[in-house]
Nanobody
Framework: QVQLVESGGGLVPPGGSLRLSCAAS????????MGWYRQAPGKQRELVAA???????NYADSVKGRFTISRDYIKKMVYLQMNSLKPEDTAVYYC???????????WGQGTQVTVSE
């Protein structure tokens, strides 16, 4: 299992920005496909953005053009830049890693993002 530690959540007004960070504890970071999920109260966890490690990125339709996923292979970090935030983006955001060789799935502890006046 890979240890994932998120940071960067908080309270932001509509239209604001936040950057979430996720640190991964693994020797070969490129073995991981990384993603961000979120779960709002009373709703199922959903994929927000994913980056497979080969340059391929996927985004939920609701965040396209506003959110950007990126990763730093030297620091072994993955980021989610969130711009033009809306109240409906309010959720707990989770970092996710899938080991492409072993097939294991790891989750971070989650970080709360609240978009409100």
């Amino acid at each position: 299992q890979v240890q994932l530690v998120e940071s960067g959540g908080g309270l932001v007004p509509p239209g604001g920005s936040l950057r979430l960070s996720c640190a991964a504890s693994i020797s070969i970071f490129s073995n991981l496909a990384m993603g961000w999920y979120r779960q709002a109260p009373g709703k199922q966890r959903e994929l927000v953005a994913a980056e497979t490690g080969s340059g391929s990125m996927n985004y939920a339709d609701s965040v396209k053009g506003r959110f950007t996923i990126s990763r730093d292979y030297i620091k072994k970090m993955v980021y989610l830049q969130m711009n033009s935030l809306k109240p409906e983006d309010t959720a707990v955001y989770y970092c996710n890693a899938v080991h492409r060789v072993l097939g294991t799935v790891s989750w971070g502890q989650g970080t709360q993002v609240t978009v409100s006046e």
